[in-house]
T-cell receptor, first 112, second 111 residues
Framework: DTGVSQDPRHKITKRGQNVTFRCDPISEHNRLYWYRQTLGQGPEFLTYFQNEAQLEKSRLLSDRFSAERPKGSFSTLEIQRTEQGDSAMYLC??????????FGEGSRLTVL | GENVEQHPSTLSVQEGDSAVIKCTYSDSASNYFPWYKQELGKGPQLIIDIRSNVGEKKDQRIAVTLNKTAKHFSLHITETQPEDSAVYFCAATRNDYKLSFGAGTTVTVRA
């Protein structure tokens, strides 16, 4: 399968713990996006990379959130000191420029 | 920022009938309007998109219309089939990378 790959698919953690999600893009795609989706809602933009440069961050991305894309390939999204309000599906998407976003299947976070 | 509203939130149609989903947007500078379909346990997948220099676009049973003056756009699915059952999201953006999504429409096609 050469689509966008996300790991883990589901993470259950206790409040206050740190979690990290990984996204492996489609190989020729230089743009990578993180979105968050809560139940019954559409995805919300979190951040965007072009190659290794993080070009924009949403105000939804508090200081507890950090995203990286070293070497412009895979990306990680870390959440420190998780809160129950962080429970959501974290979606990664990639593309090679303007137009269609190719989404992964998401990483579902449950904070107890 | 952009605000996208989507209606209805749920839609049940008989197989073979048409389904219509409507969205409005707030940012008059938005110029790209994609529609995504999300099946259970999967990420959203693009089904059709339209840019602001076009009023209508069709791909087999799916069509999208755009009214820039009224700032609304619609998805039309004809001859619905059971595999069309899913959640559909509209989105809008002015800059190609930061999509603002609607809240989604759950479409159920009754056999």
């Amino acid at each position: 399968d050469t689509g966008v790959s996300q790991d883990p698919r589901h993470k259950i953690t206790k409040r206050g713990q740190n979690v990290t999600f990984r996204c492996d893009p489609i190989s020729e795609h230089n743009r990578l996006y993180w979105y968050r989706q809560t139940l019954g809602q559409g995805p919300e933009f979190l951040t965007y990379f072009q190659n290794e440069a993080q070009l924009e961050k949403s105000r939804l991305l508090s200081d507890r959130f950090s995203a990286e894309r070293p070497k412009g390939s895979f990306s990680t999204l870390e959440i420190q000191r998780t809160e129950q309000g962080d429970s959501a599906m974290y979606l990664c998407a990639t593309n090679a420029g303007a137009g269609e976003l190719f989404f992964g299947e998401g990483s579902r976070l449950t904070v107890l | 920022g952009e605000n996208v509203e989507q209606h209805p939130s749920t839609l049940s149609v008989q197989e073979g009938d048409s389904a219509v989903i409507k969205c409005t947007y707030s940012d008059s500078a938005s110029n790209y309007f994609p529609w995504y379909k999300q099946e259970l346990g999967k990420g959203p997948q693009l089904i059709i998109d339209i840019r602001s220099n076009v009023g209508e676009k069709k791909d087999q049973r799916i069509a999208v219309t755009l009214n820039k003056t009224a700032k609304h756009f619609s998805l039309h699915i004809t001859e619905t089939q059971p595999e069309d059952s899913a959640v559909y999201f509209c989105a809008a953006t002015r800059n190609d990378y930061k999509l603002s999504f609607g809240a989604g429409t759950t479409v159920t096609v009754r056999a």
